[in-house]
């Protein structure tokens, strides 16, 4: 698949946007800052859109998608958009019968947890995704033009971030059945069954792909891949149940040519899991441009584990979302700092913006992150 130099990369010049030159490993003047979860209940004019809506009725409204995906970048400014979407909105493409429980998350009516569940799941064509792609294409098209529109009234070009679960984080919700703890049944299924686990994770990584390469095409200009629940794996487990199926995902976005007016050699990398401190050498592995960092581990520490050539992003606490302004300054300007050992560094939470968080405590923190950058 080869971009055209219609693709926002070069026609709406997202490839000069604060995020992707810190993706590729340049320090833009002002440190890039975006926040995972941005498009929320956090914020009042998105609870007001959503009022009526199943979550995954809504994925599946383009008009409705590009509005809530502009929301935080109108109100707070960040330097990126993150789709607004859901890691199972390809399963659903699929034919998969699933729904988001608010307060919950995504609950599958038939959990897969045998050989005959997953022969009867990978029977379906991952190419049904893109076949059935329209709603998510027309969104990403809708919320690029958008971004383009109204980012002469902000000065920066604004890129639109694309996204996809990591399989092993689908499988988890696919063997449990719904959100846990602990993923023991998905664990345990690695064990019991490896042919079978390794048939159902191959299997998600073509549908995860496949829904990369849609948003790509219609004019994400980067990715992120979500492992939220790799974290419960050993190292070793991680390497040979996760890993492959992960760099699989990501394969799919690397067979994608850049538009040539972009000059990129392959669209941006990222990922992103909670409690990966001690899989961070392994995930080093994916050649990614930018990994994600959650709050557990400084992000010097973690540049230090990954060993590699990458720019980091993260990593502030969520929790710090409810400190005392003083207290939650300290610790922006420590993790800027911290984020200096990087090549680059992309500043966001550790983990997804709490739906209590007040808005205007993220429109502070955006400020403060462009402010300190800019003096430094
Ligand atoms: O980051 C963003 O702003 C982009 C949108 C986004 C959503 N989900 C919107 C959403 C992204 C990137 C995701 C990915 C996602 N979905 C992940 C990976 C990231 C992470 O948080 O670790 C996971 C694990 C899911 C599964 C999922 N979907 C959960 C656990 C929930 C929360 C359920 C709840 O009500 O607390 C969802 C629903 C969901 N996805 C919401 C949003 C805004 C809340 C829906 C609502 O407003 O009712």
């Known amino acids: 698949m080869q971009l055209s130099d219609q693709h926002p990369l070069v026609a709406h010049a997202t490839r000069s946007s604060r995020l992707l030159r810190a993706s590729l490993g340049d320090r833009p003047d002002v440190t890039p800052v975006w926040f995972m979860r941005q498009a929320g209940r956090s914020l009042p004019e998105y609870r007001a859109l959503r009022q009526g809506q199943s979550m995954l009725d809504a994925c599946l409204d383009p008009a409705l998608v590009s509005e809530i995906t502009l929301q935080p970048v109108r109100r707070h400014g960040v330097d990126a958009a993150i789709f607004f979407s859901d890691i199972v909105v390809p399963l659903v493409l699929a034919g998969v019968d699933v729904q988001i429980v608010p307060g919950r998350g995504p609950v599958f009516t038939d959990p897969v947890r045998t050989a005959a569940q997953v022969a009867q799941l ?7 995704i893109r076949e059935r792609s329209e709603p998510i294409a027309d969104a990403v098209a ?18 639109l ?9 689908l499988a988890a919700y696919l063997v449990e059945g719904g959100p846990s ?8 299924l690695i064990h019991e069954d490896p042919a079978a686990w390794a048939d159902l994770t191959a299997w998600l990584a073509q549908i995860s792909g496949v829904f990369l390469q849609v948003q790509v095409a219609a004019g994400a200009s980067s ?20 890993l492959p199926a992960s760099r699989a995902t990501l394969d799919h976005v690397r067979a994608v040519r850049p538009p040539a007016g972009s000059g990129l050699a392959h669209i941006p990398l990222a990922h992103f899991g909670v409690g990966t401190g001690d899989l961070l ?6 050649d990614l441009d930018i990994v994600g960092i959650d709050h557990r581990v400084a992000l010097d520490d973690a540049l230090t584990r990954l060993d590699a050539d990458v720019t980091v992003q993260g990593n502030l606490d969520p929790a710090l979302l409810f400190a005392p ?5 300290e610790a922006t300007d420590r993790i800027l700092e911290e984020g200096r050992a990087a090549r680059a ?15 205007d405590v993220l429109t502070r923190l955006v400020r403060r992150v462009h402010e300190r950058t800019d003096a430094a």
């Not at 990978?122 to 049904?128: Q, Y």
């Not at 992120?224 to 419960?232: E, R, T």
């Not at 302004?325 to 300054?329: C, E, G, N, R, Y």
Request: hydrophobic fraction near 40%; charged fraction near 20%; proline fraction near 10%.
């Open 142 to 159: 809708r919320t690029t033009e958008m971004l383009a529109q109204e980012s002469a009234s902000w000065g920066e070009p604004i890129p």
């Open 122 to 128: 990978t029977a379906i064509d991952p190419e049904r």
């Open 161 to 169: 971030i694309g996204f996809a679960g990591a399989p092993f984080t």
């Open 345 to 359: 560094h992309i500043f966001n939470l550790g983990h997804g913006v709490p739906p209590e968080t007040d808005p």
């Open 281 to 286: 050498a392994d995930i080093a592995t994916l």
């Open 181 to 188: 703890k602990d993923h023991l049944r998905a664990r345990r």
């Open 325 to 329: 302004p003083a207290v939650l300054d």
């Open 223 to 242: 990715v992120q891949l979500f492992d939220s629940w790799a974290g419960s794996l050993a190292p070793s487990v991680y390497r040979a149940a996760a």
